[in-house]
């Protein structure tokens, strides 16, 4: 059974632990600094945490001492000079067919955000950031290099230190920045745990884009998906994904919780399946997390909408399907059903061992140790919760 948790929150790493039959937290590092997320290299043993101080920017830590302490003078991401991105800002205009207008300017790329990181066997470590950039490393994290490949797709526009003044992009934005800028941004790292050199990422907002070739080239994984609120539901691009999970021992079998809906892949994200059960409640939410044994086994802790990001009704309840998404149960036993407010963010939900963790930005962290039948209480005064990985 998995005992210890990683926990990410907006001040600081806490790091949760079976001892003696319960579960104990501690504050492992970081105090009062943002933690987008937090996790341990399988290959390693390292611990890193993606941390946003506000002011000073984004920077990575690594412990190697389970947390005991933290180094932060390591290898830093840093977007390379003449790197740039289009940006799309929304904005009120009463004209337009929507509401909305965009104000479209190309942007040197500057750090905005760690988002989250991954890891492959040989020493590779992956950081997604806003605004969109995919960093790598293949030296277990001594240097970061920013993939080209990705950058440069046309998708995004291509190179665009050569493009024109017509150069278009069809990665649109996310407000997830530290800063509150408007750009996209990389959330979601599956790297293939059979071949090191597939590697899916998702992008808000854009979809899910895979490379087979180690990173040299990039293609879009969007066939199948719909987007219920724009007039071209079924375009290639700009798939407002909220994140995907991988399961790791049937890897075929791919899971995605997305703004439209909750969509499945039994065949290695080449196509999608939306599995959505809106009467049940299961729609709109933002993590999502597979089974590692049984790919047709995954969990997700649904929200009411965009414009009311809360529990359902007030009654906080995790849904789970054993058979691909044909049915889902929920899971309610011990979780607040009166005046639960919380939202859980798409990092702040994994299992492992049968025992599933989520954390909600209202500060509660709640676990179940039968594989959701039942859960308890970790603890309610956390700091906003941003990511619950286990470690």
Same mark, same amino acid.
């Given at each position: 059974? /998995?005992?210890?948790?990683?926990?990410? !929150?907006?001040? *600081?790493?806490?790091?949760?632990?079976?001892?003696?039959?319960?579960?104990?937290?501690?504050?492992?590092?970081?105090?009062?600094?943002?933690?987008?997320?937090?996790?341990?290299?399988?290959?390693?043993?390292?611990?890193?945490?993606?941390?946003?101080?506000?002011?000073?920017?984004?920077?990575? @830590?690594?412990?190697?001492?389970?947390?005991?302490?933290?180094?932060? %003078?390591?290898?830093?991401?840093?977007?390379?000079?003449?790197?740039?991105?289009?940006?799309?800002?929304? +904005?009120?205009?009463?004209?337009?067919?929507?509401?909305?207008?965009?104000?479209? @300017?190309?942007?040197?790329?500057?750090?905005?955000?760690?988002?989250?990181?991954? +890891? *492959?066997?040989?020493?590779?470590?992956?950081?997604?950031?806003?605004?969109?950039?995919?960093?790598?490393?293949?030296? *277990?994290?001594?240097?970061?290099?920013?993939?080209?490949?990705?950058?440069?797709?046309?998708?995004?526009?291509?190179?665009?230190?050569?493009?024109?003044?017509?150069?278009?992009?069809?990665?649109?934005?996310?407000?997830? /920045?530290?800063?509150?800028?408007?750009?996209?941004?990389?959330? @979601?790292?599956?790297?293939?745990?059979?071949?090191?050199?597939?590697?899916?990422?998702?992008?808000?907002?854009?979809?899910?884009?895979?490379?087979?070739? *180690?990173?040299?080239?990039?293609?879009?994984? %969007?066939?199948?998906?719909?987007?219920?609120?724009?007039?071209?539901?079924?375009?290639?691009?700009?798939?407002?994904?909220?994140?995907?999970?991988?399961?790791?021992?049937?890897?075929?079998?791919?899971?995605?919780?997305?703004?439209?809906?909750?969509?499945?892949?039994?065949?290695?994200? !080449?196509?999608?399946?939306?599995?959505?059960?809106?009467?049940? &409640?299961?729609?709109?939410?933002?993590?999502?997390?597979?089974?590692?044994?049984?790919?047709?086994?995954?969990?997700?802790?649904?929200?009411?909408?965009?414009?009311?990001?809360?529990?359902?009704?007030?009654?906080?309840?995790?849904?789970?399907?054993?058979? &691909?998404?044909?049915?889902?149960?929920?899971?309610?036993?011990?979780?607040?059903? &009166?005046?639960?407010?919380?939202?859980?963010?798409?990092?702040?939900?994994?299992?492992?061992?049968?025992?599933?963790? +989520?954390?909600?930005?209202?500060? %509660?962290?709640?676990?179940?140790?039968?594989?959701?039948?039942?859960?308890?209480?970790?603890? %309610?005064?956390?700091?906003?919760?941003?990511?619950?990985?286990?470690?």
């Amino acid at each position: 059974m /998995s005992s210890t948790l990683l926990v990410g !929150t907006r001040k *600081g790493t806490f790091i949760v632990e079976r001892v003696d039959g319960a579960w104990k937290a501690r504050l492992a590092g970081h105090a009062g600094t943002g933690v987008n997320f937090v996790a341990r290299d399988p290959y390693t043993g390292k611990l890193w945490a993606l941390l946003g101080h506000g002011h000073w920017g984004a920077k990575l @830590s690594v412990s190697t001492d389970d947390g005991a302490t933290w180094a932060d %003078n390591v290898a830093q991401i840093k977007y390379p000079e003449g790197a740039r991105y289009i940006a799309q800002d929304m +904005f009120e205009d009463s004209t337009a067919e929507y509401g909305v207008g965009w104000k479209v @300017s190309t942007k040197p790329a500057t750090l905005a955000k760690l988002w989250v990181i991954g +890891f *492959g066997p040989g020493g590779r470590v992956y950081v997604g950031t806003i605004p969109g950039g995919l960093f790598e490393s293949r030296d *277990g994290g001594a240097s970061f290099e920013l993939n080209r490949g990705l950058w440069d797709h046309e998708s995004r526009g291509g190179d665009l230190a050569q493009a024109g003044p017509d150069a278009q992009t069809k990665w649109f934005g996310t407000p997830a /920045s530290e800063g509150g800028d408007f750009a996209p941004g990389i959330h @979601s790292i599956a790297v293939h745990p059979r071949d090191p050199d597939r590697v899916m990422v998702a992008v808000s907002t854009a979809g899910v884009i895979e490379t087979t070739d *180690g990173g040299r080239t990039w293609r879009s994984r %969007n066939r199948g998906m719909a987007m219920d609120h724009t007039p071209e539901a079924e375009a290639e691009w700009g798939h407002d994904t909220h994140f995907i999970d991988q399961c790791a021992d049937q890897p075929e079998h791919v899971w995605q919780q997305n703004h439209a809906g909750v969509f499945y892949s039994s065949d290695g994200a !080449t196509s999608w399946t939306k599995v959505s059960v809106p009467e049940q &409640g299961v729609h709109f939410g933002f993590p999502v997390t597979a089974d590692a044994m049984d790919g047709r086994t995954a969990w997700l802790v649904p929200a009411r909408g965009d414009n009311q990001r809360t529990a359902i009704d007030g009654g906080l309840f995790v849904a789970r399907t054993t058979d &691909g998404g044909q049915s889902w149960t929920q899971l309610r036993a011990g979780l607040p059903q &009166g005046q639960a407010w919380d939202i859980v963010y798409r990092h702040a939900l994994a299992n492992q061992g049968g025992v599933v963790a +989520f954390g909600s930005t209202t500060g %509660n962290l709640y676990l179940s140790e039968d594989r959701g039948d039942t859960w308890i209480t970790v603890g %309610n005064n956390f700091p906003p919760i941003y990511s619950v990985r286990f470690g």
